[in-house]
């Protein structure tokens, strides 16, 4: 059996988030929660929507470059130095 690549939700403090989505995706994403569903209790399939988002943007090579290079700190000037009272 092909192995999927979420399993179980863990339990975590959502963020309501409203989403359309197409009804051929939406058949896709109630055909994946019975796959996981298999595995023991039943899955909503809202639940799986937040770990297939991390798991699409964990493997984007792009963004994760993009991001690393925004963390970076900028090269600091140095400031003038201070006049000196005399």
Known sequence: MTK?????????????????????LHRD?????ALVSQNGQPVDPARLMPHMIRAFITSD??????????RQPTAK??????????
Do not use: H, M
Request: zero cysteines.
């Open 61 to 70: 090579r792009g963004f994760r470059k993009l991001r690393q290079k925004a």
């Open 4 to 24: 999927l690549r979420i399993t179980e939700i863990p339990d975590e403090k959502p963020v309501r988030v409203t989403v359309d989505l197409p009804a051929d």
């Open 77 to 86: 000037t140095q400031s003038p130095a201070a006049p000196e009272n005399g």
């Open 29 to 33: 994403l109630v055909a994946y929660a």
